[in-house]
């Protein structure tokens, strides 16, 4: 079947640096997706990977192990505004469709 | 501002009715995708169009259809309305073919919809 895991929630403190992971078991493996919500918003699309390898972008870096299955978002000098949802997403082989991770709710303390 | 919009803002509406959601992409996008984001489903992707032609289906039902037209702006039809299809509907374009430039997706601010 199609899983994806994220914690739930998350806290760290302002300026640190915080590791969102994400486990998933999809029928095949198309890409995986970062994506930012904050409460009532749209969501903004983070990162990309699709090989294995850190895509770095800004104080945003995204992991990916494929044959792991593993995933992570490192989020550097945090920030209050980075207080958000963090959803992780994999496109899988059958019909390229995506399939979301519940979200990890991280809050940013000051 | 992202520069995908999305029309209506909110729609109210009632059970058994149909509505139409419309999305205009960024210029020169060519790829539109629909999500559907519910409080105790999360966000869940419906379907992806590229140039006008259907890409990838997700979780749609068979009550819900899609299109993308040769402007490239696309519409979601929800028909026989239900009351748990009350949800944010969000629509989201991007340039369109591989690599992190082609998937970058930017979202509309979406269309929220209830059901009577």
């Known amino acids: 079947g199609q899983n994806i895991d994220q914690p739930t929630e998350m806290t760290a403190t302002e300026g640190a640096i915080v590791q969102i992971n994400c486990t998933y078991q999809?029928?095949?493996?198309?890409?995986l997706f970062w994506y930012q919500q904050h409460a009532g918003e749209a969501p903004t699309f983070l990162s990309y990977?699709?090989?294995?390898g850190l895509e770095e972008k800004g104080r945003f870096s995204s992991f990916l192990s494929r044959s792991k299955g593993y995933s992570y978002l490192l989020l550097k000098e945090l920030q209050m505004k980075d207080s958000a949802s963090y959803l992780c997403a994999v496109r899988d082989n059958y019909g390229q469709n995506f399939v979301f991770g519940p979200g990890t709710r991280l809050s940013v303390l000051p | 501002d992202s520069g995908v919009t999305q029309t209506p803002k909110h729609l109210i509406t009632a059970t058994g009715q149909r509505v139409t959601l419309r999305c205009s992409p960024r210029s020169g996008d060519l790829s539109v995708y629909w999500y559907q984001q519910s409080l105790d489903q999360g966000l869940q992707f419906l379907i992806q169009y590229y140039n006008g032609e259907e890409r990838a289906k997700g979780n749609i039902l068979e009550r819900f259809s899609a299109q993308q037209f040769p402007d490239l702006h696309s519409e979601l039809n929800l028909s026989s309305l239900e009351l748990g299809d009350s949800a944010l509907y969000f629509c989201a374009s991007s340039v369109g073919g591989q690599g992190m430039e082609g998937e970058t997706q930017y979202f509309g601010p979406g269309t929220r919809l209830l059901v009577l």
């Open positions: 999809t029928s095949g493996f198309n890409g």
């Open positions: 990977n699709v090989l294995d």
